[in-house]
């Protein structure tokens, strides 16, 4: 897995949680933030992992949804400092 291999294989990072946005276009993000509690609990199993595995989910639009589900670390920017612009068509296509 990509965790342990943070873990094992790399002194200079850290590993510290998981993180989901949900799927893009799903009005619903409650089954994904639901998944990735479980694969939380499934990681600190198998890796043996002590502490707080934190996780990284919900955004502006559903960050309540997140807490309840227990996420540990919202994004909220666009809440705070507005929507971002469109990014202009790319060149030929």
């Known amino acids: 897995s990509v965790a342990q291999h943070v873990i094992e294989k790399c002194p200079h990072l850290e590993f510290a949680g998981l993180m989901t ?3 893009l276009g799903d009005p619903n993000p409650s089954p ?3 998944l990735l509690g479980e694969c939380r609990g499934v990681l ?7 502490g707080e595995v ?3 989910m919900g955004m ?4 309540e949804l997140a807490i309840k589900k227990g996420s540990t670390n919202v994004r909220v920017g666009s ?3 507005g ?3 469109a ?3 790319a060149a030929g296509g």
């Open 32 to 34: 994904y933030f639901e």
């Open 83 to 85: 929507s971002r612009p």
């Open 79 to 81: 809440t705070i400092f």
């Open 54 to 56: 934190e996780l990284s």
């Open 60 to 63: 502006s639009g559903d960050f």
């Open 21 to 23: 946005i949900g799927k």
């Open 87 to 89: 990014k202009p068509a």
């Open 44 to 50: 600190m199993d198998i890796l043996k992992l002590q």
